[in-house]
């Protein structure tokens, strides 16, 4: 299971293998000790290095960064000074906070790129959510994240996301699909920020039914099909 994920919670383990917690937890410290995982709080992390195709924040900086700075400055365009924003990880809602530098704002965050970017600006108040760090993602995750959040509301999240299918919003790490469903949770209004490589490709876990958005922005090169469907169901969409 570790192929896909750094990261399994203990709850995920127990039920995909059939195991008690005390059998799952021997285990895992038996894998502990052979170097091949780190327990940590809740589950464990793998050490073995990740597969050339995973999911790494400075890879994907570099992909479709035309499309993702339009797709930014437009998203920076629907928010106004003295809002209390969300920003969840991710390098397109990295670019949305550079959008956002200009102004006031309180800015709620599980990014480290995003707050290393905001930290000195003295227009912005900036409020880390904590959590356990991912280190290849570059955000706060987990139980503490997710308690973290849940005594807070926010005028709006701007979220990346892993995967759009008909199915709806999805990803394929249990702690980033927690901390999104937190992040809408909270929120008075979700919009999403994807390029138009985002669809079609489904997640293993499911983060919400298309109907949790109430805007999505993308670029141009988004298939109609999917244009179609989000209109469909009455969620605002914008090509950048």
Known sequence: ??????FLDLETLCRELDASESSVRRDLDILEEEKLLRRVYGGAVSLQPPPAR???????????????DRIARFAAGLIEDGQTVILDGGSTVAAVARELSAKSLH?????????ESL??????????????????????LGPFCEQMLGNIRADAVIMGIGSITEAGFSNNNTLVVGSEQKMIEIASRV?????????????????????????VISDKGLAPEYADLLLSIGIELYLA
């Open 119 to 140: 930290e000195s600006l003295r227009n912005i108040e900036l409020t880390l959510t904590g959590g356990y760090l991912d280190p290849r993602l570059r955000v706060m």
């Open 54 to 68: 995973a999911f790494d924040y400075a890879v994907e900086s570099g992909r479709q960064s035309d499309e993702k």
């Open 191 to 215: 919009i999403i920020v994807a390029d138009h490589t985002k669809f079609g490709r489904g997640g293993m876990i499911p983060v919400a039914p298309l109907s949790a958005a109430g805007i």
């Open 1 to 6: 299971m570790f192929e896909t994920k750094d």
């Open 107 to 115: 800015i709620i965050t599980n990014s480290l790129p995003i707050a």
